[in-house]
């Protein structure tokens, strides 16, 4: 580290002239038999982003000579963004033609060509905009291996990545034929790509998995965890060590630990959840005010630190959620057995004990280590009925698992009502101080017995889950200013400030929709926002572009604070079952000693990745299984009729009509061909088509009834058609 800072000085100096390896080695004075270590130390520098090659292997630092690193961001276009990962420059568009041979995700180096200039000028913000730039080097390849659909051409096979985002066919070697008796044209199959240094010739790679027919069940979700490189199975060595942890308690996992058996917990989540991670209380106090009891599995009892099971937890870094299958952080007997809180079950905890007065104000925080024993297993749907009194001839709900009290129950009742009266309080508080509504209802897509999807089921953030929300959120804002009181070395779950570059290209956007937008950079601007769109038509959609224009939340040593919740101090310690973060901070909370100088820093960066790589399986997962239902409905899914959807015009453009459709989260196009009765002619200034002879009106915020007119699954567009009785 000392050699880097000391070659990071020297770069920096006014006098800098750019130096090869030996230069810098005598500048520093290194002796010829001790250059291997400057080399490796500029190898590090390089792939950090902290210095750049120049001509001949020069090294200078970046902003130097208008360079910048980061990860390139390709669209289906052939277009791409170039992503600062270190913040400190905007975003660079980049050419297709200037991309040269890199591919999306990669890391690269790219040299800053010019700036585009506005195409209107006198408008707000005119003059030069957006910089542009051109890839120059590659750091480091995303992607080793491609998954896709095997083709052949004129005799050539080649490989259609099924990411849209990697442009380019894959050619397979000739020498490498022999590896393609199994597949077949037409089937998925995994290629291991070779080193492609011109993007005058295709980039080549060798066959190394067929995964079979790109129509036979499960093949789709098998891709999606090698296009991702998600693990299947456990080591066998963390199997052992898994299998020789014991469900019973002993006098060992009572020590120093209190009692709260006698404590009426409840646990609330999904119907279908496996694992239980975290059961609360909730007490009304005589003097006035609440405490929240936030029981959370103890991991980290079972899960030592450099063990094997440890060591496979944090390269997995998270449980990964597909459609059809979880791909969990810890094996099954610990995720789903020993750690789960199950009702009636004494489990090891670490709980959360926080005093709130009547009106939501913290006025205290301590944790510790416990043995509870819940006393009943609800799920959302039960949770809701309790909180909204609809009760009364429900068939609709889960039944009650064994060891959990009904959720009818009236002690049961009882903690789940006094439990939300703090919740809603905290949620309003939170609100209050800032905290941006970006809350979000998802769709679930329900498999028949094949795997293949049948329905598509849409989830609200109702009061239930904002519930669990509020006493999760509040017991990791108490850990978090604890540990950092105490000046205690610990992974933070930080939301930094947004780029205002990125809000400005946000806010004509939203122009665009009509919305009045005041400077964005002033949070009140952005609550003004988000309340003015909230229940219209294009809600979903303004939202999902204001996300995008926001950092993404990571992991970080530093308390950085957490800009979304408008929280100084946040972390995540309640769900250490799925989450490696939530294991690293109970650690710290523990008292273990520390890990190494350096140790926590790569684990931040680390779990961030997987966290990154997680939440693109999980979409890809869901978007694939979409496609494949409307692409069901388009067959007539056997002898069902075409389903009628609810569809909401959201976007009005020269060639069509672009639809939400609410109840499945997805957007589509109609196209003007397809609108009835008349011949309609785009009105750009009212966003809308006017039909010529009837005069009607198809604009901003119309709902239609549609059907599926067509699928394309690779590009994953939808064009719909309209219907009328």
Not at 288 to 304: K, M
Not at 448 to 472: K, T, W
Not at 614 to 621: I, L, N, P, R, V
Not at 681 to 710: H, K, Q, W
């Amino acid at each position: 580290m000392k050699l880097q800072k000391d070659i990071l000085r020297l770069l920096g100096r006014r006098d800098y002239q750019p130096l090869d390896k030996v230069g810098l080695s005598k500048a520093l004075r290194i002796p010829p038999e001790e250059r291997r270590k400057v080399r490796d130390a500029l190898d590090a520098l390089e792939k950090a982003g902290e210095i750049a090659r120049v001509r001949k292997n020069f090294y200078v630092l970046p902003e130097t000579a208008d360079l910048v690193t980061g990860v390139v961001i390709v669209f289906s276009s052939g277009n791409a963004r170039l992503v600062d990962e270190k913040g400190k420059h905007p975003e660079l568009r980049i050419s297709a033609a200037n991309l040269g041979v890199a591919m999306h995700r990669d890391r690269v180096v790219a040299r800053l060509i010019k700036r585009i200039r506005r195409a209107r000028r006198g408008e707000e913000g005119s003059g030069f905009g957006e910089p542009e730039g051109e890839v120059i080097r590659i750091l480091e390849r995303a992607n080793t291996t491609v998954v896709g659909t095997l083709r052949q051409t004129r005799g050539f096979f080649h490989v259609a990545p099924d990411d849209s985002r990697l442009v380019h066919d894959i050619y397979l070697r000739e020498e490498a034929s022999g590896a393609l008796v199994r597949a077949q044209v037409g089937d998925k199959v995994v290629v291991r790509l070779d080193s492609w240094e011109s993007p005058q010739v295709s980039p080549e790679g060798v066959l190394v998995e067929c995964l079979g027919s790109a129509t036979a069940p499960g093949v789709d979700m098998l891709s999606i965890l090698r296009k991702h490189h998600l693990p299947v199975e456990f080591p066998a060595a963390v199997e052992r060590e898994a299998d020789a942890i014991s469900e019973k308690l002993t006098d060992r996992d009572w020590r120093a630990r209190e009692d709260y058996r006698g404590q009426p917990v409840v646990t609330i989540d999904p119907d279908d959840a496996k694992d239980f991670d975290d059961a609360i209380h909730v007490e009304r106090l005589p003097e006035g005010g609440w405490e929240l009891s936030v029981h959370i599995a103890d991991v980290a009892h079972y899960v030592s630190r450099g063990t094997a099971l440890d060591k496979e937890a944090r390269s997995r870094g998270n449980s990964t959620y597909l459609v059809d299958r979880v791909i969990p952080m810890l094996p099954e007997r610990l995720s789903n057995g020993i750690c789960s809180l199950k009702p009636g079950v004494e489990r090891l905890a670490f709980s959360a004990f926080l005093d709130f007065n009547a009106q939501g104000k913290l006025r205290g925080a301590r944790f510790a280590r416990t043995v509870i024993s819940s006393i009943a297993r609800l799920t959302y749907r039960q949770a809701l009925a309790v909180l909204e009194g609809k009760l009364e001839g429900r068939t609709d709900l889960p039944r009650e698992v064994p060891g959990s009290l009904p959720f009818s129950n009236p002690i049961v009742m009882e903690r789940v009502r006094v439990a939300w009266e703090l919740a809603s309080v905290l949620r309003r508080n939170r609100f209050a101080a800032g905290s941006l509504d970006l809350d979000f209802p998802e769709v679930k897509v329900v498999l028949d017995g094949d795997g293949h999807p049948d329905r598509l089921q849409r989830v609200e953030n109702d009061i239930s889950h904002q519930l669990i929300e509020e006493c999760m959120l509040a017991a990791n804002e108490a850990v978090a200013a604890s540990l950092k009181r105490s000046k205690t070395p610990v992974v933070y779950r930080v939301h930094e400030v947004p780029d205002p570059e990125r809000l400005k290209e946000f806010r004509e956007k939203a122009k665009a929709h009509g919305y009045k937008v005041g400077d964005l950079t002033l949070r009140r601007e952005v609550e003004k926002l988000l309340r003015s769109i909230r229940g219209r038509p294009e809600e979903y959609l303004v939202k999902l572009d204001f996300l995008k224009s926001l950092k993404r939340a990571t992991y970080d040593v530093r308390p950085l604070g957490h800009y979304g919740l408008a929280k100084v101090n946040y972390t995540h310690f309640t769900s250490p079952i799925r989450r490696y973060a939530d294991l690293l901070v109970h650690r710290a909370l523990a008292g273990e000693p520390p890990p190494k100088a350096g140790e926590l820093g790569e684990a931040a960066v680390h779990i961030s990745d997987t966290e990154r790589r997680s939440a693109e399986a999980e979409k890809d997962s869901v978007q694939m299984k979409k496609m494949e239902f409307f692409e069901r409905q388009l067959r007539g899914k056997g002898e069902k009729k075409p389903e009628r959807f609810r569809a909401v015009v959201v976007d009005v453009r020269g060639h069509g009509l672009v639809v939400e459709l609410p109840d499945a989260l997805i957007t589509g196009m109609i196209h003007v061909s397809m609108l009835p009765g008349d011949f309609y002619v785009f009105d750009e200034l009212n966003a809308c088509f006017r039909g010529r002879r009837t005069r009607r009106r198809f604009g901003l915020g119309a709902e239609l009834d549609v059907v599926v007119n067509r699928v394309d699954s690779h590009k994953r567009q939808i064009d719909f058609a309209l219907v009328e009785d």
